[in-house]
């Protein structure tokens, strides 16, 4: 019988070997030195908040793993060698496959600063990083996060629920101000601030400062200030798990790559999700993607390809989204932070700086080309549809309505959102 072993059981991984086990009856092995069991990547925050326990995690039961006949193992994966075909363990021991799923995930990145590898200083992406931010934190007054990316904003929530307070430190001058339009950057800001966040922007670190026991005790931004803190949380971004696959047969640059059918340049090996690098850019999209969804289509991806057809990897239209404290933020299409020359922006913001809407089109043929929304639930298969369609700015600000999940909100702020629009559209630029 065939033999498909899986290293990772992260959310491609498990869904990997969930739909292999959909289309056939090959034996299936998941290796992961992380966990016993897959969880909820996503939710390890409600934990440390209290909203959640440990065993909450899991979406599927104990038992879901042998009666569905997927082998789990607990262990690291030290070696492998491609031409035999053999996983070789931190233990000792060793394992064949047939075929092999690369699903190894990210880390989170470190550019050498100075104290990086203190005690107290941590990212925040594996359960254990979440045990050890439980450690970090029993006796924590003051914490100082660096890096405006969406894990820096979940920590600086989870931390403020314990009363710690936080300094939050981006380099530019509005929160993620390197994804997002500046008027969104800045709403953003102020509702971090809003939730008692020192927010610094223009801020970058330059060395982390270390107590006698080599336990960080603040840090030096670049204009020369210390910021007391017994915790630093590294946000700047996460890059693949590959080191271990380093200097061997495999292509690598920045992650593992692959073609459009996820296959490596090893005949029988394969990669999905955080770890891989597409090797021809897919419209827009990165060729790194650590996007939840995207690591879930991969898996599915594969499982096609490995059970029933060869079936090429297409994620669609680009859609993303993320919560700020408790207001949730939605783009659909491509709504870049700095216009490309052939796009316009228009922007629309409630008074009370909480709900706002920035659309995106071509300023040539006014195709629709994506949305950003704060506070504004928005349907996903109605601007999945639009996308597709190419439909024009005109017909998706008439059609507004259709896409939104509260029609109230339509019949209070359509009269201003049209307005806005308009005097957006009537700027001197158009």
């Not at 790559?257 to 850019?281: F, H, K, M, S, W």
């Not at 043929?365 to 929304?373: E, S, V």
Request: glycine fraction near 6%.
């Amino acid at each position: 019988m065939e033999h498909i072993v899986i290293i990772g059981n992260g959310i491609s991984g498990i869904t990997a070997a969930r739909h292999i086990r959909k289309h056939s009856d090959k034996k299936i092995t998941v290796i992961s030195a992380e966990s016993d069991y897959f969880f909820s990547r996503t939710a390890l925050m409600y934990v440390y908040m209290g909203h959640m326990q440990w065993d909450h995690l899991k979406p599927y039961e104990d038992w879901f793993w042998n009666k569905n006949r997927i082998e789990l193992k607990k262990a690291w994966v030290k070696a492998i060698d491609f031409d035999t075909k053999t996983l070789s363990f931190s233990s000792g021991e060793s394992m064949n496959y047939d075929k092999l799923v690369l699903a190894t995930g990210s880390l989170p990145n470190k550019f050498g600063w100075e104290g990086e590898n203190l005690k107290g200083v941590q990212g925040l992406v594996t359960k254990q990083d979440l045990e050890l931010l439980e450690e970090n934190t029993k006796n924590c007054k003051s914490a100082v996060i660096i890096g405006g990316g969406l894990i820096g904003v979940e920590m600086a929530e989870m931390l403020r629920t314990r009363k710690i307070k936080v300094t939050l430190l981006v380099r530019e001058t509005g929160f993620w101000g390197n994804i997002l339009p500046e008027n969104d950057a800045k709403l953003i800001s102020a509702h971090i601030v809003s939730h008692g966040v020192d927010l610094r922007h223009e801020t970058e670190l330059d060395k982390i400062l270390s107590d006698e026991n080599g336990r960080v005790r603040a840090v030096r931004t670049k204009a020369g200030e210390e910021i007391e803190c017994q915790l630093v949380g590294l946000s700047v971004g996460v890059h693949p798990n590959i080191e271990f696959l380093k200097n061997t047969a495999l292509e690598t640059n920045i992650g593992i790559l692959v073609d459009r059918y996820l296959q490596t340049n090893i005949p029988d090996v394969y990669a999905i999700g955080d770890c891989v690098q597409q090797r021809e850019a897919i419209g827009q999209r990165k060729p790194v993607e650590a996007v939840w969804y995207t690591g879930r289509m991969m898996g599915e991806t594969i499982a096609r390809t490995l059970t029933k057809d060869k079936t090429q990897y297409n994620p669609g239209n680009w859609f993303n989204s993320a919560k700020f404290f408790d207001i949730e933020y939605q783009t659909y299409g491509w709504v870049f932070n700095n216009p490309r020359e052939n796009e316009l922006h228009i922007h629309w913001a409630h008074k009370d700086k909480k709900k706002f809407i920035t659309i995106a089109f071509d300023k040539n043929d006014k195709r629709f080309l994506g949305i950003n929304t704060f506070g504004i639930r928005m349907r996903h298969e109605v601007f999945d549809r639009w996308l597709t369609e190419k439909r024009s700015v005109s017909f998706v600000l008439a059609n507004l309505k259709e896409a939104n999940f509260d029609p109230e909100f339509y019949k209070h702020y359509e009269k201003e959102i049209f307005n806005s629009f308009k005097e957006n559209l009537q700027q001197p630029q158009l």
